[in-house]
């Protein structure tokens, strides 16, 4: 989405009035039937969080696991995305030359353990989101690296000075992953929240009992009056499919919020009929095909290449989506998204030709030349029944076709995470974990290592920086275009790093649970402050 003076008013004006103007929260979600408050909620979460802290993490575990616990200071308005409204914020302005951002936070906003919110608990969240201490891992830092400056000059509100105008600056505050934390808390010990909890949001912790479920129970001094409408809830962790929806039939859960495949939709379809909800919704999220650039013969263009242009992108679109979540062929951006690059256009670049004959006979001479001709190495990738096992074992199939041999090895979130971020891998299946389609969000995965750590490859690439920077302080829709497609172009010529798939979202709920919203991407509407239960 494009910042511009016009949207960031609209999102000043609607915090506006609904931090000041006296909306009561109820007002927002009840909708036109009436809401039954109380009850206990159980859902189902297909992977356990490796940690709590959002700020260091890029998989959804963490969000569905932390989120309710927490605020951020703005957020996406779910019933009209991607518009932006207020979480902490209660309004905000924005300079015109996009220099300064100026947050005014409700009041009486209480932590968990009874401290006063203020902004000094934004700026030390914000700085450790931006700067982080020794010890403390920031997945977000490049995306802040634009803040110059954080000033309170009281306690309700924040500004933030920048170094240059950035594009996506307010896509950028309404991150989910930016939970708000205590200053207080940070000040005693920087990585704290990594093990422990202590937020502002709607639902208090409980417990976390390792390998069976999270639980929460509602915050009765959410400065959000009325909400939530739960009194309890547990998320529990189901990591085998079947398990999920055989719970999920039996009513042992009544939603699971990340998504099924087709095929099981079909079959809850036939077995629940007219009690099972269903929503679907293309997805901002997509599996790449990571090369350790670090490990030989990957530090060789031609093997990367070579491995890249073997994959039938177009055919598997058309298996793997009858049988997984994988659908959308599309490059950094997603596919059918106002900045996405055509399929006229994709279809040039490395990797996704339409005739995988000629392809593959590329493939193999570029091995041959290379010196790799009879290839073997370990596909690193994590042990989720959908999509990774599938997209998994068609990579062994497409690599075996220019004769390299694979052994497709799977492990748990914890462990998979563990060996991308040391680099103890050869190449991978890594996952590209967006909230919106802003261009921004989507390439900051490709820049230089060195920049951010999310670059499973390991690459340093100052072209592909230079081509960021370029885009990032661009706001002439047409001229950022340009920078876009070069940027992709670069990073499938030198082929460290490539999707693979995107996503289809299928959601599956009982009828009985109201409230929760719909989206694009699984990482967003997991506060659960407007769930409620029609029992």
């Known amino acids: 989405m494009k910042i511009t003076r016009r949207t960031a008013l609209k ?180 990585a704290g929240p990594r093990s422990k909890i202590n937020g502002t949001g709607p639902f208090t912790f409980v417990e976390h009992v390792k390998g069976s479920h999270v639980s929460g129970k509602r915050n009765e001094n959410y400065f959000k009056k009325g909400l939530p409408y739960l009194e309890t809830y547990r998320g529990i962790f189901t990591l085998q499919a079947a398990a999920m929806l055989n719970a999920l039939q039996g009513g042992q859960v009544l939603a699971e919020f990340r998504g099924v495949s087709p095929a099981e939709r079909d079959r809850m379809v036939a077995a629940m009929g007219d009690r099972l909800r269903v929503e679907e919704s293309s997805w901002t999220l997509n599996l790449l095909v990571a090369f350790n650039v670090e490990k030989k013969p990957f530090d060789d263009v031609r093997v990367r290449k070579a491995l890249l242009m073997a994959i039938d992108r177009w055919g598997g679109s058309r298996g793997l989506s009858r049988i997984s979540t994988l659908r959308s062929v599309g490059g950094v951006v997603r596919p059918g998204s106002p900045l996405a690059t055509p399929e006229a256009e994709l279809a040039k670049l490395p990797g996704f030709s339409k005739d995988i004959k000629k392809a593959r006979e590329e493939a193999r001479k570029l091995l041959k ?18 999509p990774y096992t599938p997209a998994g074992v068609f990579l062994v199939d497409q690599w075996r076709q220019i004769g390299v041999t694979v052994d497709h090895k799977q492990s748990d979130t914890g462990p998979y995470i563990a060996a991308m971020r040391s680099g103890n891998y050869e190449v991978a299946i890594d996952f590209s974990n967006l909230f919106n389609d802003d261009p921004t969000l989507a390439m900051t995965k490709f820049l230089s290592h060195s920049k951010n750590p999310l670059n499973m490859s390991r690459a340093n690439d100052e072209e592909i920086d230079k081509l960021y920077e370029l885009q990032l302080r661009e706001r002439d829709v047409e001229k950022r275009k340009v920078h876009i497609r070069a940027l992709e172009k670069r990073l499938f010529d030198q082929a460290y790093q490539q999707p693979l798939l995107w996503w289809h979202r299928i959601v599956l709920s009982h009828k009985t649970v109201m409230g929760w919203q719909m989206s694009p991407s699984h990482n967003l509407g997991a506060q659960l402050e407007g769930v409620w239960l029609n029992t």
């Open 11 to 190: 999102g000043t004006a609607g915090a506006f009035a609904l931090g000041l103007g006296g909306v009561h929260w109820d007002m927002r979600h009840a909708g036109a039937q009436a809401v039954k408050r109380g009850g206990h909620f159980n859902f189902a979460i297909s992977a356990e969080t490796p940690q709590y802290d959002p700020h260091g993490s890029d998989t959804y575990a963490t969000l569905h696991f932390s989120a309710p616990f927490y605020s951020t200071l703005l957020r996406y308005n779910l019933a009209k995305f991607p518009e932006v409204e207020g979480d902490l914020a209660a309004s905000w302005t924005v300079a015109p030359d996009l220099m300064s951002y100026t947050f005014k936070l409700h009041p009486n906003v209480k932590f968990h353990d009874g401290q006063t919110l203020t902004s000094a608990d934004v700026k030390a969240t914000y700085d450790r989101l931006r700067n982080p201490p020794q010890g403390v891992v920031s997945t977000r830092r490049a995306t802040f690296s634009d803040i110059a400056s954080i000033e309170t000059p009281d306690a309700s509100t924040v500004v933030f000075k920048m170094k240059a105008a950035n594009s996506s600056m307010l896509d950028h505050f309404a991150s989910p992953w930016n939970t708000v934390y205590s200053a207080k808390d940070l000040a005693e010990n920087a």
């Open 369 to 386: 030349d290379a010196g790799h001709e009879n290839l073997k190495f370990t596909l690193w990738n994590r042990n989720l029944a959908m």
